[in-house]
């Protein structure tokens, strides 16, 4: 598995919708800002040609980190992934044990987490804590305030 990124066909075409952008939209808006500032004279006191070039250097690394994890994505849903249990791409439904209270997490790479849309990652304490388990099963999640209790009641794809 390696550096494998796992990705939701949503989220690998969200990434590359963002790629497709940076090269053909942004890289050439700030490659023309680089250029006006350089025609406004003395390029060791130009605050403007700096800010461009260093937006120009987070432009191109972001770029590159995108090509990287596009080169390296596995869409989950054409990987063999087992069904009765809490593996990325599954939607969890969890009971709080101590609240009773139901809370409901789709588990998603960290590239793809989006807490606002229920959307949490593996490497994320409740994603952790969930990984691998099955319904039914209770899970133990260490948070700052001490620990949390849940009780899987529903996995599916």
Known sequence: MGDDVFLTQAGYDKLKDELDYLIKVSRKEISQQVREARLKGDLMENAEYDAAK??????????????YKLSRARIIERENIPQDKAYIGATVTLLDLDTQAEEIYTLVSKEEADYSQGKISIESP?????????????VKVDVPDGELNYKITNIRR
Not at 55 to 65: D, F
């Open 54 to 67: 260093e937006a120009q250097a987070a432009l191109e690394s972001r770029i590159s980190e995108l090509e």
């Open 126 to 138: 409740i994603g952790k804590a969930v990984l691998g388990k099955k319904i039914n099963e209770v």
